[in-house]
C-alpha cells in the first residue's frame, strides 16, 4: 500500500470518528433542550461560519448554486435526516441509533432505480430483507420501550438516502466547500421552522427557551467536529480514492459503541450487536459488489451525514 493511501485512510477514519464524537456530544444535551433546537442552533453556527469561509476563499460569485430547487431540497433532506437522528440519540443508545442509521446505503441502492433511473443490481433484492432483518433485531427492544419513536433512525436514514441521490444529481453545480454551504444554509432555515413548530406544539421535551451558555458551546463544538470530518474525509479521499474510504465510515459504530459505554455507561446487549452487525454486513457487501465505475466519486455520497 502506497503512503498515500495509507494516509488517506487514516485521514478518513480520523473524519468519520469525529463524526461520531459530536453525536456523542449532542447526545449529553438530552434532557436539556429541545432536540430540534440543538439542531438548529448546530446548524446556524454551521452555516455561518461555512459562509464565511466560503466568501473569503471564492467570493460572492460562490454563492449562487446553478439549479436552486434541487439546492432545496438537498437542505430539506438534510434537515430531515438531522432532525430525526438527533431526536432518536436523545432517547437511545448512541450505538442503536447509529446501526439503524446505516441501513441509508440499502435505501440508496432502492430508490437510485425510480429516481436516478439507474439499474437496481438483483445484490440488493438479497441484501434488502437481509438488512430488515438486522433492522428489526436493533428495534425489538426499543420499540417496546418507546414505540414509534424507536423508528426515528430508520427515517433519518430514509431522509439521508433521498440526500445521497440529490447530491448526485446536483455533482458539478459548484466546488466541494460551495456545495457544503448551500446544503447547510437550505437545511437552516427548515430546522428553525421545526424547532419552532415543536415549540408551539406544547409538547414538554421540545420546548425552547434561553439556551444555558453550555449548551452553545457544545452545539459550537458539534458544528466544528462536523465540517472538521468533512474536510478530513475530503483529504482522504483525494490521497486513497473513494471506493478505497468508503468502508471506513463504519469506524463510526466502533466509536460510537465506546463512547456510549464510557460516557453513558450504555451496553448494546448481544442480539442489538448481531442486528448491526447484519446491517453493517450488508452495506460492505453492496459496496464490495458494486462495480469500482458505478461507485461514489464523492465524498458526499458515502453513508455520511452532516449532523
Known amino acids: 500500500m502506497q503512503h498515500d493511501e495509507r494516509s488517506g485512510i487514516l485521514l478518513a477514519v480520523a473524519g468519520f470518528s469525529s463524526l ?11 434532557g436539556e433542550w429541545s432536540p430540534l433546537a440543538v439542531a438548529a ?13 466560503l466568501w473569503r476563499s471564492e467570493g460572492p460569485s460562490a454563492f449562487r448554486p446553478k439549479r436552486g430547487w434541487l439546492q432545496v ?10 432532525l430525526c437522528f438527533f431526536s432518536a440519540i436523545f432517547v437511545m443508545q448512541l450505538a442503536e441509533a447509529m446501526a439503524l442509521a446505516f441501513v441509508s446505503p440499502i435505501f440508496v441502492a432502492l430508490l437510485s432505480g425510480p429516481l436516478l433511473k439507474e439499474k437496481v443490481r438483483p445484490a440488493v433484492w438479497l441484501l434488502t430483507p437481509l438488512a430488515l432483518i438486522g433492522v428489526m ?3 425489538r427492544p426499543n420499540f417496546a420501550e418507546l414505540g414509534w419513536v424507536a423508528c426515528l433512525p430508520v427515517a433519518s436514514a430514509f431522509f439521508f438516502a433521498l440526500m445521497v441521490i440529490s447530491n448526485r444529481a446536483a455533482a458539478g453545480d459548484g466546488s466541494a466547500l460551495s456545495m457544503q454551504v448551500f446544503i447547510a444554509c437550505l437545511a437552516t432555515p427548515f430546522l428553525i421552522a421545526a424547532a419552532t413548530v415543536g415549540h408551539f406544539s406544547g409538547a414538554p421535551a421540545l420546548q425552547v427557551g434561553m439556551p444555558d451558555w453550555s449548551i452553545v458551546l457544545r452545539c459550537t463544538l ?4 462536523a465540517s472538521t470530518a468533512h474536510w478530513l474525509a475530503f483529504l ?4 486513497a480514492g473513494a471506493a478505497t474510504i468508503a468502508p471506513m465510515t463504519y ?5 460510537a459503541t465506546a463512547l456510549g459505554y464510557l460516557l453513558f ?3 448494546p446487549d448481544l442480539p442489538t450487536l448481531g442486528g448491526a452487525t447484519i446491517i453493517i454486513g450488508a452495506g460492505l457487501f453492496l459496496w464490495l459488489t458494486t462495480p469500482r465505475a458505478a461507485r461514489p466519486k464523492t465524498v458526499d455520497e458515502e453513508p455520511v451525514a452532516e449532523r
Open 20 to 30: 461520531s464524537v459530536g453525536d456523542a456530544i449532542v447526545k449529553t444535551m438530552a
Open 41 to 53: 442552533l448546530r446548524f446556524t453556527i454551521g452555516a455561518i461560519g461555512l459562509s464565511l469561509l
Open 73 to 82: 431540497a438537498r437542505g430539506f433532506c438534510l434537515a430531515g435526516a438531522t
Open 137 to 139: 433485531l436493533v428495534l
Open 222 to 225: 458539534v458544528a466544528i467536529t
Open 236 to 239: 482522504g479521499t483525494t490521497r
Open 251 to 255: 469506524v463510526q459504530m466502533l466509536v
Open 265 to 267: 455507561g450504555d451496553v
